[in-house]
């Protein structure tokens, strides 16, 4: 009896140290517990320790998989600014890029990380579909954060990033500072409000479905989505770093899958990959989220259909060291009947300028303003992210407990601090050099200004009078530029408010094993590679349990244009040109993150760091703001708002463009934020008419054009391209249009609805 009681006790005890082993993650050793310890010689196994063998062995793989709980949340919300009359942002084209109309709508999308048991240790990653992340938005959020109350106190200045996925395609108007504001016609509220709110919105609900779960990181490659744009300043880097790299960009893509803990299922991804949001040419004008755009829109849509996926999906597709990395694929070429590829070094082609070099996507010969190539670019962005979520055994868990974030502000202007080589280094105020006038490939620039080396007697006078008329850079900023030959010097400039940012965001994220770098900056491909090893090497010394995992996503926060190597710097081309605070920019920020690496630990607590001095508040009313507010609305005599003026056919083959137009109003008299502008409609077999296409759509286009300024009288055309994958059936056009009442000023929704037609 004693006996058996004592033998049962030592298998139990036995049984439960081998389960603590288990538990603790520690499958070897379990195992080899259960092989060598747990058996007295011969081995006859008993029934528990069988079923605990049984438990080690099935215990393995899901012990070497699952990571640990963390807290996750994901949010979309719409941030379409003003769709008309607003110059877009990125190619700082002003007038000569206006909106016209929507592609596609524009989002925030909220990625919510958070430790389990401590609620303050939470980071809010927010890609936003616009150029960059800016200082008058990121106020904005926090401060209407602020307003939420007690329970979003945990989300502030330290734990908040605005990145932007960098689309040259979005309504400009948001802007802190004077520079980016004069090609935008100032700041503009409606377009400041749009992000804010939808920003704000997009953090409540991936607040609102905060739950645990796990994290994976998995990587793979982009097939043929990116080039080099600045080959000549790349080559400027040494000949081992390259060669240790292999390619001219970084062609992968790493990836977070976020899958909740009740069941397994995916909540949400979130992505980073380098390539600018410029497969839209600078004379398109519909309103739209560029490649990164097509491409969440592309996995959302897909996922939403997966029984592995959880409702409400969000992909994010961050932007990465895109600085000198461009989607037109096909490589630069001169666009003045010689057919020949750009010069090398400047860019240029016959006659000596830039102004006829451009990229080619992949669908450039359709000739339509970069439309299928941002298509095919977005296309393959998504292959890539849906072969990492489908491949899931190739991937990593985030372990730890640790959520961490830090951030501060930092003032540029004369920052002195050791190089790598020892000796003593500092940046500058901010200043652009001669090629940022002579744009990219991407988008060339103005008059004769050319790539590289710039600033000789063959640039146009006008500009260099025009610049030094409005600020003679000091000697200590001539000399700490450097070869930077000084075109605007818009750090000086702080008339009549300052003209661009010297004060910066310096902030990073952890979760688990993971650092995200939050650069104020387009990275160049090197630059990134750089600042990434760096903080890892940095990072190795407080993350001891896996290898850490460095990202780094930008533009976010303030804009202060690009950021290249030092070696890339003194090539001077648009990039090197644009990096505002000198050659030792980047040696800068290494320093300021790498420093504040321990702000990162499991101990440190949030907002440990000095906040640093704040940067200045230009938005009103101490900026301009020029954009002509709308006055009213008519539609001619005998007409009536919504009224369609010219019908759709009566019968269309798949693949046709539908098109319709109707009489319209300024659709700046209502964002229909969370709502649509246009919608295609499709009867069902019950004969109500359901919608099935609308402004989130990247086939469906919605156009608007002012014809009578003095009656205030325009029109819209609502297009669908059927060729993406539309069903035969019997569909019609809606347009939502909302006029502005002359005297009262009242804004009245009205609709207008075309005849049906036949798709076949
Ligand atoms: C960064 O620069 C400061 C001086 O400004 C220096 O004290 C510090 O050691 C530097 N940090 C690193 C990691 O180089
Ligand atoms: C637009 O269409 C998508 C896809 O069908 C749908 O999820 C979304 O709710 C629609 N948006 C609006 C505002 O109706
Ligand atoms: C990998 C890569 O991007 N390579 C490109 C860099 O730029 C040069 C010049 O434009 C191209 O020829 C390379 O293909």
């Known amino acids: 009896m004693l006996g058996y009681q004592a033998n049962t006790w030592r298998r139990v005890t036995r049984g439960l140290a081998l389960l603590a082993l288990v538990l603790l993650g520690l499958p070897a050793a379990a195992t080899a517990f259960a092989v060598f310890v747990v058996p007295q010689q011969p081995w006859r196994p008993t029934r528990i320790q069988l079923a605990l063998l049984a438990v080690v062995l099935l215990g393995l793989p899901a012990t070497a998989k699952g990571g640990d709980k963390y807290l996750i949340g994901v949010g979309k919300a719409d941030i379409t600014g003003p769709v008309v009359e607003l110059p877009l942002a990125g190619y700082a084209k002003g007038l000569d890029q206006v909106g016209g109309g929507l592609r596609q709508r524009l989002y925030s999308r909220a990625f919510i990380f958070g430790a389990t048991d401590t609620p303050q240790d939470r980071v809010v990653y927010l890609v936003l579909d616009v150029a960059m992340g800016e200082t008058a938005v990121r106020r904005g959020i926090i401060e209407e954060l602020e307003k939420l109350g007690p329970e979003y106190a945990m989300y502030n200045s330290q734990n908040i990033a605005l990145v932007a996925t960098h689309s040259h395609s979005g309504p400009a108007g948001y802007h802190n500072y004077l520079l980016p504001q004069i090609v935008s016609l100032g700041l503009n509220e409606q377009s400041l ?9 997009s953090i409540q609900r991936a607040h609102e479905n905060l739950q645990e779960g796990t994290i994976e990181v998995g990587r793979t490659e982009v097939k043929n989505g990116n080039i080099n744009r600045s080959m000549f300043a790349y080559l400027a880097n040494p000949a081992a770093e390259r060669q240790a790299y292999g390619s001219a960009t970084d062609t992968g893509m790493t990836l977070l899958s976020l899958r909740r803990a009740s069941d397994g299922k995916l909540v949400g991804v979130l992505n980073w990959y380098a390539v600018h949001g410029t497969s839209l040419s600078n004379k398109n004008t519909l309103v739209s989220g560029d490649n990164k755009g097509v491409a969440a829109w592309l996995l959302e849509r897909d996922m939403a259909n997966d029984p592995g996926t959880a409702p409400g999906f969000v992909a994010g597709f961050s932007q990465a060291n895109e600085g000198d990395v461009s989607p037109n694929v096909l490589g630069q070429w001169c666009d003045d009947g010689s057919d020949r590829p750009c010069t090398l070094d400047k860019s240029t082609c016959e006659d000596g300028t830039a102004r006829k070099c451009n990229g080619r996507g992949p669908r450039h010969a359709a000739g339509d303003n970069g439309v299928e190539s941002c298509f095919e670019i977005g296309r393959r962005q998504y292959v890539a992210a849906k072969e990492i979520v489908s491949a899931q055994s190739s991937s990593t868990p985030l372990i730890g407990q640790t959520v961490k974030a830090f951030h501060f502000f930092k003032d540029m202007r004369y920052f002195s601090f050791p190089l790598p080589d020892g000796s003593l280094g500092e940046t500058c105020p901010g200043a652009l050099g001669y090629s940022f006038a002579a744009g990219t490939t991407d988008g060339p620039g103005v008059a004769d200004f050319v790539q590289s080396h710039s600033g ?75 600042w990434r090893a760096a903080v890892k090497h940095a990072a190795e010394s407080i993350i001891h349990d896996a290898e850490p995992i460095v990202v780094l996503g930008g533009p976010s926060n303030s804009y202060t244009h690009y950021c290249t190597t030092p070696e890339e710097y003194d090539i001077q081309r648009y990039e090197g040109a644009s990096t505002l605070f000198g050659r030792n920019t980047l040696s800068a920020y290494i320093n300021l993150t790498v420093s504040s690496i321990g702000a990162l630990s499991p101990t440190a607590s949030m907002g440990s760091l000095p906040h640093g001095p704040s940067p200045p508040d230009n938005r009103a009313p101490v900026s301009l703001s020029l954009a002509v507010p709308v006055v009213y609305d008519h539609a001619p005599l005998g007409k009536v708002m919504g009224q369609v003026l010219v019908p759709p056919n009566e019968v269309y ?66 297009a ?39 798709l076949m």
């Open 193 to 201: 409000d749009a992000q804010i709110e939808g920003a704000v919105l």
């Open 456 to 530: 000789g007697a063959n640039h146009n006078p006008v500009w260099r009078i025009a610049a030094k008329a409005i600020k003679k850079p000091t000697d200590r900023q001539k000399k700490c530029q450097g070869v930077k030959n000084i075109l605007l010097d818009v750090g000086e400039m702080e008339w009549p408010y300052a003209w661009s940012a010297n004060i910066v965001d310096i902030q990073m994220f952890r979760v688990g094993q993971l650092v995200m770098i939050i650069a104020p900056a387009e990275v160049t491909t090197m630059g990134g590679r750089r």
């Open 653 to 718: 083959a798949i693949g046709n463009v539908v098109k319709a137009t109707f009489q319209g109003a300024n659709p700046r008299n209502n964002l229909r934020l969370e709502r649509t502008f246009a919608a295609v409609e499709k009867k069902q077999p019950d004969g109500s008419w359901a919608q099935v296409r609308n402004d989130s759509d990247w086939f469906l286009t919605f156009t608007w054009k002012r014809t009578d300024i003095i009656w205030g009288a325009s029109i819209v055309e609502i």
């Open 720 to 758: 669908w391209d059927t060729g993406d994958g539309a069903e035969p059936g019997r569909y019609r056009l809606r347009y939502y249009g909302d006029r502005k009442v002359s005297g009262s000023g009242r804004i009245v929704p009205f609709e207008g609805v075309t005849e049906s037609f036949n």
